[in-house]
């Protein structure tokens, strides 16, 4: 049978097209039954509290610039969303007195906005470099300060951001999970051409690089309200992305579920699909099945209900 036309932008792909059985099934889940989707491969965490899980998701960037020397250069590749371990990340390499420079420690960041062709300079208001600057770098001691030429933003030439990933170990790469289920913004592709009676195969999909990519119209409206005051025109509807090439060179992928950037339903939806091993371009998040090491980390008040509730 032809799969279902999309519920929310009938030219495009998403999570609106896959069998009712599963989406009935990711809501049906509740926070027990998603700490037992766990398996080898694939860990999910649990957090009671904001100051926990956003500082376990410092940690990672600290851990992750310990393990770099100069002759084995390491580094994180972080999101914009969430945002809030960014303060804490300066606050504990101050603390610690952690030398980026002597360490030759990297950072990525996974994607940035375009407008006229062309990506958005730091001057930008929703620019994710200026705010990677002002939430964290730029709040570390001059001293212990990473050298800029070891922090590498999709925002020039993007093969030499892809390779960048060949010359540095990227221990984790770290994400959200956007309302299209998407990481970075890896989004479901239009339903066009070839892909117009369904979407790419996962291993077709795991072929794209870091690239200019066109955003689905929900991750248009979520960046809306999670960065613009719900401000739609402020929004471009291009940008440059980490594509799953570099996602699979990363040693470790781990993705933040603070609860107010997807939903109930959709935080439950890939955790299951992920742990069903179900792979499917129209939901993105859901082809990290298939890397060697993915880790869930929820915070237990955002999880909410997937039932319904009128309000």
């Excluded at 398996?39 to 100051?51: H, I, L, S």
């Excluded at 993705?255 to 179900?278: A, E, Q, V």
């Amino acid at each position: 049978m032809p799969r279902p036309i999309s519920k929310l932008a009938e030219g495009w792909w998403d999570y609106t097209t896959l069998e009712s059985e599963i989406l009935e099934d990711a809501a049906r889940l509740t926070p027990k039954d998603l700490q037992q989707l766990g398996r080898p491969g694939f860990t999910v965490k649990f957090y009671d509290t904001v100051q926990e899980f956003y500082s376990a998701q410092a940690l990672e960037y600290i851990d992750a610039w310990k393990q770099s020397t100069p002759d084995n250069p390491a580094g994180i590749c972080g999101p914009i969303g969430p945002t809030e371990q960014l303060p804490i990340v300066a606050l504990m390499v101050n603390a610690l007195g952690l030398d980026l420079k002597k360490q030759a420690a990297h950072f990525w960041g996974m994607d940035e906005w375009l407008e006229g062709g062309k990506p958005v300079t730091v001057g930008h208001p929703l620019s994710f470099a200026r705010c990677d600057n002002e939430l964290c770098f730029d709040r570390i001691c001059p001293s212990l300060a990473m050298p800029e030429e070891n922090k590498h933003f999709p925002t020039g030439d993007l093969d030499a951001y892809s390779r960048s990933y060949d010359s540095v170990r990227c221990v984790v790469m770290q994400g959200g999970q956007g309302e299209i289920k998407h990481w970075a913004f890896n989004d479901p592709l239009p339903r066009t051409g070839e892909f117009q009676d369904a979407p790419p195969t996962a291993e077709k999909y795991r072929e794209l690089g870091t690239r200019i990519v066109k955003l689905h119209p929900v991750t248009i409206v979520q960046n809306a309200r999670t960065s613009g005051g719900g401000n739609v025109h402020l929004v471009p509807t291009h940008a440059c992305t980490v594509g799953p090439k570099e996602t699979w060179k990363a040693e470790k992928v781990s993705i933040w579920h603070p609860g107010h950037h997807d939903n109930p339903f959709g935080i439950r939806l890939t955790s299951l699909m992920i742990s069903k091993g179900i792979t499917d371009a129209s939901v993105p998040m859901s082809l990290l099945a298939d890397h060697p090491q993915v880790q869930f980390n929820y915070l237990r008040p955002g999880l909410g209900s997937a039932q319904i509730e009128m309000h």
